[in-house]
């Protein structure tokens, strides 16, 4: 049934006879729009059930930052949750104080919850740590990324915590999770390596799921598009000073000469997360001495930030 019907261009879907949206190099086949919608509905359903991500009576926020990857965690948990009973949807977006990015970003956000009829709700740094992003960098723009990620991560689990949630869901998709796996690796950080999935959260704080991890970021555009919610959004003007771009375009050259490749950095993680469990590696999390929040070390992030600004 694949390939190309007799006088047309356009390979039809290997599923019935409309003409195809897209090629799956990994299954070998063509998929229209619909069968492709389905087909990614229906892998991250399957992320959520193996994994074990949401159950009956959960609270799900989640992190909407109005980009690609947050619009279509909510498009499809808005679709996929009236499955589960009883399981509800809120959204949190973190205004980091990042000018002529933000603005535009948090508008997209409203209007997505508007449309979907989903609760919203916006927490600043400005309220939470007294400064915008762009304040805290000032001198020190080389290290956004990390120090963006380190707060947002701590707005993220106040502002969940502050609505009740018992789910804190985040758009990071396989490309993001690959990402991140050969960036640990290169750091030779093998404690972050395995700390990553953020379940294991003893009940100390929200437990974090990641609903997309198995779909790449070509894919979340097509779904966008397919689905009317493709929108074009400024990017964020500090990642241009991030180890991650670089680590980016050379991922995304071997996934295009070796397919499959995000998948199995993917898969050689959850191999050394298994056989890590219960060794030093996967040391128990302390206590803060500065705000009593869980933290690998003596300090959490957000406040061995906070030390490094007043010195
Ligand atoms: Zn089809
Ligand atoms: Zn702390």
Known sequence: MNGETAGSAVPVCSLCSEPSAVFQKLKDRYLCGTHFTADIEQRVMDTIKTREMIAAGDRVAVALS??????????????????????RLVAITIDEGISGYREETIH?????????????????????????????????????????????????????????????AT?????????????????????????????????????????LSLISEKEI???????????????????????RREVRS?????????PGTMLHLITSKQKIERSCKGSEVSDPLKTCRGCGDPSSGEFCQVCQLRQSRNR
């Open 108 to 168: 997209s956000a409203e209007e997505l919850t508007r449309r979907l009829g989903i609760e919203h709700h916006c927490i600043s740094f400005s309220e939470l740590f007294g400064d915008s992003l762009d304040t805290i960098l000032k001198g020190r723009e080389t290290k956004a990324c990390s120090i963006c990620g380190i707060m947002r991560k701590k707005a993220l689990a106040v502002g969940a915590g502050r609505i009740g949630a018992t789910k804190l």
């Open 250 to 258: 050379l991922l995304s050259g071997f996934e295009y000469r070796h």
């Open 66 to 87: 109005g980009g690609k990857d947050s619009t279509a965690l909510l498009l499809l948990l808005s679709r996929l949750l009236p499955q589960w009973p009883d399981v």
């Open 171 to 211: 758009g990071h998709n396989l490309d993001d999770e690959a990402q991140s796996v050969l960036m640990n690796v290169f750091r030779g950080d093998l404690p972050r390596l395995i700390r990553n999935s953020g379940m294991d959260s003893s009940g100390r704080f929200i437990p974090r799921i990641k609903p």
């Open 221 to 243: 555009a097509l779904y966008l598009m397919l689905n009317n919610a493709w929108n074009v959004l400024p990017e964020c003007p500090y990642t241009r000073f991030a180890l």
